[in-house]
């Protein structure tokens, strides 16, 4: 079993920043990549940035140049960054990991969700 908790959400306002981490933990036997996603009332989940092992960074065109994800491996967690925070980058805010567990299953999971709202 793999698990992952995130933390950091809340009411921010816009121009304002925001930081969300993941932890990643249980029956881990290679973290390959880690990443956000988000979904907003009534839209699909999108990707916002994902962070391979290696260090390599990919992130939405709607948030470059604002936020920023990094991994901390040790400790197999992941952060995002946000700044200049805008109305719409209000919905609830996913962890997702590459993981191959210690049985050498390639796993997908996902962490419960944490909602981030841009708003004065």
């Known amino acids: 079993q793999v698990q992952l908790v995130e933390s950091g959400g809340g009411l921010v306002q816009p121009g304002g920043s925001l930081t969300l981490s993941c932890v990643v933990s249980g029956q881990i036997f290679r973290l390959i990549a880690m990443g956000w996603y988000r979904q907003a009332p009534g839209k699909e989940r999108e990707l916002v940035a994902t962070v391979t092992s290696g260090g390599s960074t990919n992130y939405a065109d709607s948030v470059k140049g604002r936020f920023t994800i990094s991994r901390l491996n040790a400790m197999n967690t992941v952060y995002l960054q946000m700044n200049r925070a805008k109305p719409e980058d209000t919905a609830v805010y996913y962890c997702?990991?590459?993981?191959?567990?210690?049985?050498?299953?390639?796993?997908?999971?996902w962490g419960q969700g944490t909602q981030v709202t841009v708003s004065s």
């Open positions: 997702n990991a590459r993981v191959y567990s210690s049985t050498r299953e390639l796993l997908d999971p």
